[in-house]
């Protein structure tokens, strides 16, 4: 049932909930990551105005990707422990405000992008909205296990979506930082679904861990991860960065094989925690790393 009553700051929570702000958060970063690569040497004052509108307008429509994907799944959600506290999931918000919240953000967020921006940013962020909500969500995920492998197009989208905030086109360097993210994506959402794999069976989600086991997931998480050790090398070997950079990548991408090593030869749901929370580090580091080197 649906509280209507509710002083306006619980519901000022309840709809900020839906964005999923910790995900929004990491989006809008590794955004800004392109956007500081695609401007050589220290930013003018007009780039740091562009960078800022850019990442309001890709906040905005990714928060409506994310609140639209809990319509969807907000049944779902019900199911499993990770998502039942989401105001869909629990009955608080209505399909209806929360589609109308989610369609409000997503027309602010392309009319900046469109007006204040450039017009392939808007497109490819609505493209990148149309990925997750609808491809992803409503018809990947439910489907087959290599969910959130091909449904990780759209996740590793936001460097590119900086970078063509700031030069109006699609790099080589946005596409390299496209297929980190895009290999970043499996070990990271297998590590999670190993402990949590009980939540997605109840759930009735294809995920991998419940169709091909946990031994299977353990395999593929170890190979994901080198490869994407080597996809971490691109930036120095394509000179988009340097020795700190590389040094950097090549540690903390070893910890994250390391991880995923004893992962997959003594599995348990502590170890399986703690390799997902250092996925987030990897990437956090590896983009902030990326960030220092180009300003060295």
Known sequence: MT????PLPSRWRQFN???????????????????????????AWADVRQAAIACLGIWLVAG????????????????????AWRPTAKGELSDRDTLLFSFVLCLAGSV???????????????????GYAVVYTVILKPLTPQNIVI??????????LGWSSMTGDVGPEALILFLIIFLWT???????????????????????????GNEFTRLQILLYTWVLLAACLMPFIYRMSGW????????????????????WREYSDALARKTFRFSLIHLSLLFAALLVDHYL
């Open 3 to 6: 509280n209507t009553a509710l």
């Open 17 to 43: 909930a839906l964005t999923k702000p910790r995900v929004i958060q990491l989006i809008v970063f590794c955004a800004l990551i392109g956007m500081v690569l695609a401007v050589p040497g220290v930013p």
């Open 64 to 83: 409506a990707a994310a609140a639209f994907n809990c319509i969807v799944e907000k049944q779902i959600d019900a199911r499993m422990k990770r998502t």
């Open 112 to 130: 900046i992008l469109y007006v204040w921006v450039n017009p392939l940013t808007m497109w490819l962020t609505f493209a990148t909205f149309v």
């Open 151 to 160: 449904g990780g197009a759209s996740g590793a989208m936001p460097p590119v």
């Open 186 to 212: 499996p070990p990271h959402f297998w590590a999670l679904a190993l402990y949590r794999v009980e939540d997605y069976r109840k759930s009735g989600l294809p995920m991998l861990p419940v169709t091909h």
């Open 244 to 263: 700190f950079y590389l040094v950097s990548a090549v540690i903390l991408s070893l910890i994250f094989c390391l991880y995923a090593w004893y992962l």
